[in-house]
């Protein structure tokens, strides 16, 4: 992963329609935030000291499960949502009941199912709902497709862990 650099800063392109945290003139990481999503539309905003513990935070809670490559940007995008980002409508009726009890801790990844499954990263918990950023495509319930980095609000019943637990024991 890259150091954080103080020159960091968060950036809305009216010519995306994208928020972007610009790494240096020619580098940004692209979140998938347009401007109808954001509570603001930052212009050369630094990041903050929160934000950068964020961003190290929700990096080294996902060193390992994701590949290297993708780390920072999933991470600037978790801390997107969580500064720049209106709360989603709870769509917990768009996505299947989970029989199997899921941990539901922040940074952490468990699968949500519509019509497929998709991963998705713990980003903000308010009993008994929590928002989730997708990390993959899926398609919900009614048949509307959602992009990886999308960030949607469920309750925590809808979550199922990404392995699930073994439910017999192995005997000789």
């Known amino acids: 992963m890259l150091p954080l650099c103080p020159d960091w800063c968060w950036q809305y392109c009216a010519e995306q329609d994208l928020l972007l945290l610009q790494l240096s003139n020619s580098h940004h990481i692209q979140t998938a935030f347009s401007a109808k999503e954001l509570k ?14 964020l961003l190290m935070d929700f990096a080294e809670a996902l ?14 995008q978790a801390v997107a949502a969580l500064s720049f980002v209106k709360a989603p409508v709870q769509k917990s009726h768009l996505f299947n009941f989970s029989s199997i009890e899921c941990a539901t801790d922040l940074m952490s990844i468990a699968k949500l199912e519509g ?28 048949g509307k497709q959602l992009s990886a980095g999308q960030l949607v609000r469920v309750q925590q019943n809808r979550l199922m862990p990404v392995q699930l637990p073994a439910l017999y024991a192995l005997t000789a």
């Not at 603001?40 to 513990?53: D, I, N």
């Not at 060193?63 to 600037?76: S, W």
């Not at 499954?117 to 319930?141: T, Y």
Request: charged fraction near 25%; hydrophobic fraction near 50%.
């Open 63 to 76: 060193e390992g499960l994701l590949p290297d490559t993708e780390l920072l940007t999933v991470a600037a």
């Open 115 to 142: 019509a497929n499954r998709a991963k998705v990263l713990l980003v903000a918990k308010a009993e008994p709902m929590v928002d989730c950023l997708l990390l993959e495509s899926m398609e919900l319930l009614n």
């Open 40 to 53: 603001m539309l930052p212009e050369q905003q630094r990041l903050c000291m929160e934000q950068a513990q």
